[in-house]
């Protein structure tokens, strides 16, 4: 058995490469994707943990992360289709060029 | 058979039931106002303008108050059975019913109930199915209360998400909103980082702990705390630094070579990681740093309403889950920790104030100072004292109905005769209506701490408790970067009192029966808590069961 440090570098390098998608991307939907990302992440580190104590509770809440995660990718999604319909993009920065038109 | 159901139901009513009372009720009242929405919805259109009993309009905030009052009474009856025979647990022990609870689910419901009221005649909440609106602030109320009462991980996870949902819904729906909103997409995509960073950070205290609840995590991480404090210890030169080392090689060995800070690494990464997601998921500043910064002028795109229940009560729940967290997880490092505390309230308070000067719309100006508002609060976790936590309290309590009071008199005044969008609006004020100004200038002053208010004793109780643990350079670096804020505020005042109106407009400011009401709750408020603070600080201290 892989002893718990390396699933913590993996959940590590995930997080850092949510978090920097996070930060540096401007599309709205890659945005969302790297979000998914760092959730992953700590999903990881629940499993893992999980299974170092034995203990079933970490195992309870990476589902309910995945749970959580879908209900919150549904709502994100409607709201930037919602956005997309009315900036015809889903970057923001294309927006700004339309914003004069749109009376946003 | 019927019987058995009954006893059951009793058992559970006696148990875990009683936990969540308060919560199923607000719970099924919203059920109700969607259910009743609907079906008024379904007969109008049959025969419009003929059913004039079942005006949407009314029925609705009817229900949804009648169910605030419900919870409200179930809450009494809870607090005299706590006081009688303790706090109540339930569910494994993941829910609790303590004074801290009741006191903040008492200011969620009196939240939702003003907020209610406030929309009854808010001309941007759109009349068509508006009981969706209420239902949500009712969800919303009860996620809220749940966060509060959770004392498990997973379940503060849980009712911090559904808590997030709610929000996501009321800034967002294109129903309340003829524009699409982009600070609500904004607002979506902060939650959702911080609902992230928040997560990794559970993840990692529950790694260092092996459980979920926080009085055992707590109990996890103090022990590792009290290692790091016997290496650090070892470390010293002298007789008891000796003692120390011998102790430390005859109970943990492999500790010797160990680094004191690596011990509180984890501990810190999770503190930084969950107490930066709770800001950026819940506290207002992303919200309004828009995409494109040319327009100071305009307003989000949300109502007034909603914006006043995020930045009020969706801040004030945010808040006190943080303190909770703050005062069972890390009660023991409260030494490591304080600076980053301090550090984030004297950002939060400066970025607050001088933000807002850029601004000219009024509820931008607002939502800006929130920002502020709520940094002062962490200034009583740096302090962290028996009267800091007095202080804290009475300064939500009271922020909240002024608060309110300032975003009613906005609904009120824009809706009912001229739109008071931007600081110029708000010219000749005084001329139009008297009352108005005054009713402004008295919510204004309290938000910015002036004596006869009840801002004034927030403000001080909270200094004091810095000042009585020494804490005496914050207390000047907060006096400097208040100004800004109290500029800010003293600005509104100024326009509101002085200049005379343009001739275009002359319509008096007439106050609804709902918004009279909750100007008259919130004035009373600001001004009694000012003047005799006592039955107010007196609720305050109930909440840390004192």
Redesign the interface.
């Known amino acids: 058995m892989l002893p718990?440090t390396h699933y913590?570098f993996l959940?590590f390098a995930l997080?850092f490469i949510?978090l920097t998608g996070?930060l540096s991307r401007r599309n709205?939907i890659v945005?969302?994707f790297s979000?998914e990302i760092?959730?992953n992440?700590?999903?990881v580190?629940?499993m893992?943990?999980a299974r170092?104590?034995g203990?079933a509770?970490?195992q309870?809440?990476s589902i309910?992360?995945v749970a959580?995660l879908a209900?919150?990718l549904l709502?994100?999604l409607v709201?930037?289709a919602?956005?997309c319909s009315?900036?015809k993009s889903a970057t923001?920065?294309d927006?700004?060029d339309l914003?004069s038109q749109?009376?946003? | 058979m019927l019987n058995h159901i009954l006893s059951a139901f009793r058992t559970y009513m006696h148990g875990d039931g009683a936990v969540l009372l308060p919560e199923m009720q607000l719970f099924l009242f919203a059920i109700g106002t969607l259910a009743m929405d609907s079906w008024a919805a379904n007969t109008s259109s049959e025969k419009p303008g003929t059913n004039l009993v079942f005006q949407q309009n009314y029925w609705n905030p009817a229900i949804a108050l009648a169910g605030t009052a419900f919870s409200a009474l179930t809450l009494w009856m809870l607090r005299a059975r706590i006081m009688q025979s303790g706090d109540l647990a339930g569910f494994h022990l993941t829910l609790v019913v303590d004074s801290y609870f009741v006191f903040f689910s008492a200011l969620f419901l009196a939240a939702t109930a003003l907020v209610i009221l406030l929309s009854v005649n808010c001309s941007t909440i759109s009349a068509v199915r508006q009981g969706r609106y209420f239902a949500l602030l009712l969800f919303a109320c009860m996620s809220m209360m749940l966060m509060v009462a959770a004392v498990d991980?997973?379940v503060i996870?849980?009712a911090m998400?559904a808590v997030?949902?709610s929000a996501?819904?009321l800034a967002?729906s294109?129903s309340l909103s003829n524009?699409?909103p982009?600070a609500?997409?904004k607002f979506?995509?902060s939650s959702?980082?911080g609902?992230?960073?928040v997560?990794?950070g559970?993840?990692?205290l529950?790694?260092l702990s092996?459980?979920?609840n926080i009085s055992q995590v707590a109990r996890a991480l103090g022990g590792r705390h009290n290692v790091a404090k016997v290496i650090a210890l070892s470390r010293q030169s002298g007789p008891q630094g000796l003692q120390m080392l011998q102790l430390l090689q005859s109970r943990l060995p492999e500790a010797v070579r160990w680094h004191a800070f690596t011990l509180e690494a984890l501990p810190i990464a999770a503190f930084m990681l969950v107490s930066v997601g709770m800001i950026l998921k819940f506290a207002v500043p992303p919200f309004q740093a828009e995409?494109?910064h040319e327009n100071a002028e305009t307003d989000f795109?949300i109502p007034s309403a909603v914006i006043l229940y995020l930045s009020g009560a969706f801040g004030i729940a945010a808040v006190a889950l943080l303190l909770r967290l703050l005062f069972t997880i890390f009660a023991d490092s409260q030494n490591i920790w304080w600076y980053i505390i301090a550090g984030m309230a004297i950002a939060g308070i400066s970025y607050g104030g001088l933000a807002s000067l850029r601004q000219t719309n009024l509820e931008r100006i607002i939502v800006y100072l929130s920002i502020a508002q709520m940094s002062y609060v962490l200034l009583g976790v740096v302090a962290a004292n028996e009267g800091a936590a007095t202080a804290m309290t009475y300064y939500l309590l009271t922020y909240l109905f002024t608060v309110t009071g300032v975003f009613g008199m906005l609904i009120t005044v824009r809706d009912r005769s001229t739109s008071a969008g931007t600081l110029n609006d708000l010219r000749g004020l005084r001329q139009r209506s008297p009352v108005t100004a005054l009713l402004l200038i008295v919510f204004v002053l309290s938000l910015a701490g002036a004596p006869p208010t009840a801002g004034f004793f927030g403000r001080y109780f909270i200094f004091h408790s810095l000042l009585e643990t020494g804490h005496r350079y914050i207390g000047w670096f907060v006096t400097v970067s208040s100004l800004p804020l109290a500029y800010s505020y003293l600005r509104i005042a100024v326009y509101a009192w002085r200049g005379t109106k343009s001739e275009t407009e002359s319509a008096a400011v007439a106050f609804g029966v709902s918004e009279a009401i909750v100007l008259g709750i919130c004035v009373f408020v600001s001004l009694a808590a000012g003047l005799y603070s006592e039955p107010f600080t007196r609720m305050a201290r109930y909440a840390f069961g004192q």
């Open positions: 718990v913590l959940s997080f949510g996070v709205l945005k969302l979000m760092i959730l992440a700590a999903s580190n629940f893992a943990f170092l104590y203990d509770s970490g309870v809440f309910l992360v959580m209900l919150e709502v994100a709201i930037i919602a956005v009315r900036w923001p920065d927006a700004k914003s749109l009376d946003y | 991980l997973v996870f849980l998400e997030a949902i996501y819904f967002a294109p524009r699409t982009s609500a997409v979506l995509f959702a980082l609902s992230a960073l997560v990794y559970f993840s990692l529950y790694g092996g459980d979920t995409f494109n795109g």
